[in-house]
């Protein structure tokens, strides 16, 4: 079975400034990883996947993450971040190969203050 | 192209009631999934349907269930209810509901039990 740990249940940030959301999973499989961002009072919206190649992923909103097989991590990136970047993000892992249902963190709560 | 769509948005029902939450997928999308989200537990899964049949199934009670009719729109009951029940169900649609499928939620059904 595979888990994921998100490092940080909130990150407080400063508009403008960079942000990282760290993400790390643990599977004996080749996984498959996504984030996915959840604004208030709405479901869950994909920002990026990573499903194989170049391990760099670029996303919506400006947003990156990066694939590390050998730290088994998928770190979520934004050079800036706006205001309207508050929301919560979930990393997602799922396993290679199947109708395998993915697994979620917990969640990293993202505040832009002005 | 319309996205998935969950009724009602707000519930309330007291304990012991039972609930009946719909989920209208995206069109051409097969696979339906039913989350639990709380603010305690994160996201969890309930179960997956597929072309009318539950493909998985996560760790919830027998007082869960679903169904999915042909035209992939989905529905779960939740009979008896407890106060524990009170939480976001999010419902997820993906065209195979395969590993490297992104799911696409809906806004989610807020249940409140009194």
């Known amino acids: 079975a595979q888990s994921v740990t998100q490092l940080d249940s909130q990150v407080p940030v400063f508009e403008e400034a960079p942000v990282e959301l760290r993400c790390n999973y643990s599977?004996?499989?080749?996984?498959?990883l996504f984030w996915y961002v959840q604004y208030p009072n709405q479901g869950l919206q994909l920002l990026l996947k990573?499903?194989?190649?170049?391990?760099l992923v670029k996303g919506i909103n400006g947003f990156e993450a990066e694939f590390n097989k050998s730290q088994t991590s998928f770190h979520l990136r934004k050079p800036s971040v706006h205001i309207s970047d508050t929301a919560e993000y979930f990393c997602?892992?799922?396993?290679?190969?199947?109708?395998?249902?993915?697994?979620f963190g917990r969640g990293t709560s993202l505040i832009v203050h002005p | 192209k319309a996205g998935v769509t969950q009724t009602p948005r707000y519930l309330i029902k007291t304990r012991g009631q039972q609930v009946t939450l719909s989920c209208s997928p995206i069109?051409?999308?097969?696979?339906v999934s039913w989350y639990q989200q709380t603010p305690g537990q994160g996201l969890q899964f309930l179960f997956e349907?597929?072309?009318?049949?539950?493909?998985n199934k996560g760790n919830f009670p027998g007082r869960f269930s679903g169904r999915q009719f042909s035209n992939s729109r989905s529905e779960m009951n939740v009979s008896t209810l407890e106060l524990g029940d009170s939480a976001l169900y999010l419902c997820a649609s993906s065209l195979t509901g395969g590993d490297n499928s992104p799911l696409h939620f809906g806004n989610g059904t807020r249940l409140t039990v009194t």
């Open positions: 990573y499903l194989s190649g170049s391990t």
């Open positions: 069109s051409g999308h097969r696979s």
């Open positions: 997602a892992v799922s396993r290679s190969g199947g109708s395998y249902i993915p697994t």
């Open positions: 599977s004996s499989v080749s996984v498959y």
């Open positions: 349907y597929f072309s009318e049949t539950q493909r």
